[in-house]
């Protein structure tokens, strides 16, 4: 029973664990991503005159639509030098992402009144000792010119163009060691292309029915487009989560497995000390199956004991880190958990059902045997 309520208990704390950890992580590349990306099939580019904009935002729950452009550069500040990914978007790009709350310095702020401004991501600022408060001195972006041939100063193979901060934003790593937002218009203007972008972002109205959106922005979009959606965008990162998860569970139901066929040890030496009720039972008319069925009840009796056990120490666990942040998990913000109703019901059916056949065979076995060897006068 005490095998039980423990490995019980664990399935649920750590499926409740892996169950926060990826609700966390969808957060933090929710603040960064929009609902649904738009790149081209072939190429690089998306032709502004070609894509059906207007098309896709009339389509019922898109809210906001925004074109981006996404570059290599090197970006100096001082006599430090950085090589990131300058990424262009509109105005309404704020309202599309969180980023307003993931700023740990300045402001998410792209124009100041006609004056481009960037945000750059914490990894960035950090390699470039970059500072809000050095007001004469902007950030130098360099972008490698097209089809530049041999030339004797380097700097003619670049164009650049200065540009001053406003703030740094923390999300994690793959994000703030990579990404320099700029206005579009800023973008466009350095790498010298107009009226194309990269790629196109779509945020969803919320509340809205995202799945049918989402397969009309593909239908008007048309085959020359791929239409990703945030599990696409990133789907190799949540395929590992959900692999880790149940890769866990499947390693608790064999320690549970284990644990739970101590009830066959159980059942077996019940039936040897029980041989002379049974004999008394099979005296007064009591056939084999009744007898079966006393000792299958007492497994599942058992079982169902350690599994209700575990269950709601599991929860309670759960509970208390949620409510009391028992565990931290980088020294400032709490593990996350949470609890999805179908792990507990594929926890329940997987007890229930490890213990049932715990329970019956050896039962049935023993029995059998008992009854023939009472027959025999064995």
Sequence with gaps: MLGIFIGTAALVIL???FNGLENWVVKLYNAFDSDVKIEPVSGKWIDAAAFPRDALASIEGVQFISAVLEENCLVMFGDNQYVCTMKGVEDVFSKMTGMDSMMIDGRFLLKKGDVPMAVAGSGVAYSLKMSLDAVDTPLMVYVPKDNIGNTLNPEDAF???????????????????????VPLSFASSLSGIENRYTSVEVQLKKGSNHDAAIEEIRRKAGDKYTVKNRFEQHELLYKIINAEKWAVFLVLCFILLIAVFNVTGSLTMLVVEKSADIRTLQSLGADTGVIKRIFFAEGMMITLIGLSGGMLAGLLVVFLQDRFSLVLINGLD???????????????????????????FPASGAISRRSLNTATGR
Excluded at 341 to 360: E, K, N, P, Y
């Design 15 to 17: 499926l409740s664990a």
């Design 159 to 181: 164009r650049k163009q200065g540009i001053f901060p406003s703030g740094v934003f923390e999300i994690q790593p793959e994000f703030d060691s990579r990404y320099l937002l």
């Design 334 to 360: 709490a593990y996350p958990v949470m609890v999805h109703l179908q792990d507990l019901i594929a926890i329940l059916a997987t007890v229930l059902s490890i213990g049932a056949l715990a329970s019956w």
